[in-house]
């Protein structure tokens, strides 16, 4: 079934290096463009998340979003420069003096200053976050996807009750227009009666006006089209997968097949079918751009 672009999902894995919450949030977009945020430390691991995502989703704007609390990954190797530091306290005690400056150097004061405090990257133990990360993302994806799918089903449910009053509408055209060619030759006669006050017509020439008549108006094609359309929407919103874009095409087509029946009918019952059908058109135009 069809399945909608927009959705939030929130996953988190607890592991010895600590807890890694992912959150992934779809919003509509013609094509697939995922953007990550993950912390400074982890940043290594930006494409793996981005291949772990576009296999589950295939259309749509995606916002990535990693969350680490707890045990740095390499906690261990935090370094701190003492002779930097004591350069900084006999240039700030320098400072004070030659200022005549009141208050003591603390150490927040000093580490707060560029190179005391720095941490020595281990990939080795970077390397060992992945599986947590995975996990924590994974959980994400599950919990958007059964969002996205509830939604789709919503939309789905919209769509076949709007296929439904289209399809009903193209059955009232494709049988008025059967009439409106007897209706025409019977208007012509009664004109052409009240205009010659008598009932001898030329036989010949009323059934060609008549036949150029229903050759000008004969939308039997474009009805067989529209029914057509409609048969194939149908089976595409019962299809799993990317459909949106197949589905905006076909809408496309029927907006296209019904401007022709109405630019051939001049019939009012006709014309405000196509005016129905053309609305719920519009309707379904909109709601595909939600779909994945």
């Known amino acids: 079934m069809i399945s909608s672009m927009t959705g939030f999902g929130r996953g988190s894995f607890k592991s010895r290096l600590g807890i890694f919450t992912a959150e992934v949030k779809t919003v509509n977009h013609k094509y697939l463009e995922v953007t990550c945020k993950l912390p400074n430390s982890l940043s290594i691991f930006e494409d793996k998340v981005k291949t772990l995502i576009q296999t589950i989703i295939k259309r749509g704007k995606v916002y990535y979003n990693l ?6 990954p390499h906690a261990d190797s935090l370094f701190v420069d003492k002779e930097l ?9 320098y400072l004070k003096k030659s200022l005549n400056l009141y208050g003591n150097i603390d150490v927040s004061d000093i580490i707060s200053l560029p190179g005391i405090l720095d941490y020595k990257n281990r990939e080795k133990n970077i390397s060992k976050c992945w599986p947590s990360i995975e996990k924590a993302t ?6 958007l996807i059964v969002e996205r799918d509830k939604e789709g089903k919503a939309l ?11 399809n009903d509408h193209v059955l009232r055209i494709k049988d008025k227009s059967k009439k409106n060619v007897k209706g025409y030759k019977r208007k012509l006669e009664e004109r052409i009666e009240e205009i010659s006050g008598t009932q001898i017509v030329n036989n010949g020439r009323l059934e060609m006006e008549v036949a150029l008549y229903a050759k000008n ?14 048969l194939n929407f149908e089976r595409t919103i019962n299809d799993s997968g990317e459909a949106g874009k197949k589905l905006d095409f076909i809408a496309q087509e029927l907006h296209r097949e019904i401007n022709t029946v109405g630019s051939k009918s001049n019939d009012y ?9 053309k609305s719920e058109i519009e309707k379904i135009r909109e709601q595909v751009k939600n779909l994945e």
Request: net charge positive; hydrophobic share 40%.
């Open 67 to 72: 969350i680490h609390e707890g045990a740095s």
């Open 217 to 230: 108006s004969d939308i039997s094609e474009e009805v067989t089209r529209l029914k057509n359309h409609i």
């Open 85 to 93: 530091a004591k350069k900084y306290y006999d240039k700030l005690s």
């Open 269 to 277: 019952a006709i014309s405000k079918s196509v005016i129905e059908i």
């Open 156 to 166: 789905f449910i919209d769509l076949k009750k709007r296929l439904v009053i289209i």
């Open 138 to 143: 994974a959980s994400a994806l599950n919990k």
